[in-house]
């Protein structure tokens, strides 16, 4: 973790295929920024499961260029169906707060108030023995507002619904999997390839090429809301649900796994 770069990596050979997760919170300029903050990438083996949307070009007024500049681009909160601004008032606006590393997990705690308005906290809990991620949003603001999470899923990645909030990420290219579990059961659901209208479901590998991938979304509305999500990396493992508790200094993730243990972990948010 380099907390004043506003990085975090995690990587995991303990496997038959190298996990690699890559965080960021940080908004350290406006050169050739990103609407990233919150933002995560996800790779096991050679396949990219999460990706973000890369360059595409420099053109300001490119319709396709400010969708890839876009919060919808990356693995990360949209408020009211807008991305926020890219302007130097927002300069130290997005930190990485705390984080920690242990025999069996590793976690990161973000926050940015992009949004006027909005505080936005993500903590990313790494369990290592099932390769489990933990996504856990916190949006808090006075007034209500539509938030959203977004994924955006690689183009060597086939996907699919087993249920009402489970789906399955499979690499075209080796036998990797993984299982998203959405726990927001009062979230609306939306999903884009290559969408024109809205704008949406597209990556930059070439620049000024765009290529169309997979996008899914979940919203809700509301002054103060929560996000969960469970994305299992194990074929066969991993976690069935998780509930958090605690204050404003520390969270108590209470994990239920699939062969029926339970743990718990505690994050320091500061």
């Given at each position: 973790m380099y907390k004043e770069s506003g990085i975090s990596v995690f990587r995991n050979e303990s496997n038959h295929f190298q996990s690699y997760l890559f965080f960021v919170s940080a908004f350290h300029s406006t050169v050739h920024k990103h609407a990233d903050d919150l933002s995560f990438i996800f790779m096991?083996?050679?396949?990219?499961?999460?990706?973000?949307?890369?360059?595409?070009?420099?053109?300001?007024?490119?319709?396709m260029r400010k969708y890839m500049t876009s919060t919808y681009a990356h693995n990360t909160i949209t408020v009211d169906n807008k991305s926020y601004e890219i302007k130097k008032e927002n300069i130290d606006q997005a930190v990485i707060q705390n984080g920690d590393i242990e025999s069996d997990y590793s976690y990161v705690v973000g926050?940015?108030?992009?949004y006027p308005g909005v505080t936005i906290n993500r903590v990313m809990l790494y369990?290592?023995?099932?390769?489990s991620i933990l996504i856990f949003d916190k949006m808090n603001s006075k007034k209500i507002h539509?938030?959203?999470?977004?994924?955006?899923?690689?183009?060597?990645?086939?996907?699919?619904?087993?249920?009402?909030?489970?789906?399955?990420?499979?690499s075209k290219i080796e036998s990797?999997?993984?299982?998203?579990?959405?726990?927001?059961n009062k979230s609306t659901y939306q999903s884009y390839i290559g969408s024109k209208n809205p704008l949406a479901g597209y990556k930059s590998n070439v620049f000024n090429k765009a290529i169309s991938i997979q996008q899914i979304r979940f919203s809700t509305k509301d002054k103060v809301a929560n996000f969960r999500t469970i994305l299992n990396a194990e074929n066969g493992k991993g976690i069935s649900n998780f509930y958090v508790t605690g204050d404003n200094k520390i969270l108590n993730f209470d994990l239920r796994f699939k062969d029926g243990t339970n743990q718990i972990i505690n994050v320091n948010l500061y």
């Open positions: 096991k083996g050679k396949t990219e499961f999460f990706v973000d949307s890369g360059l595409y070009n420099y053109e300001l007024n490119d319709s926050k940015h108030e992009l369990v290592k023995n099932t390769d539509t938030y959203t999470k977004v994924f955006n899923v690689g183009e060597n990645v086939n996907f699919s619904q087993k249920a009402q909030n489970q789906f399955l990420l499979s990797n999997q993984i299982e998203l579990i959405n726990l927001d």
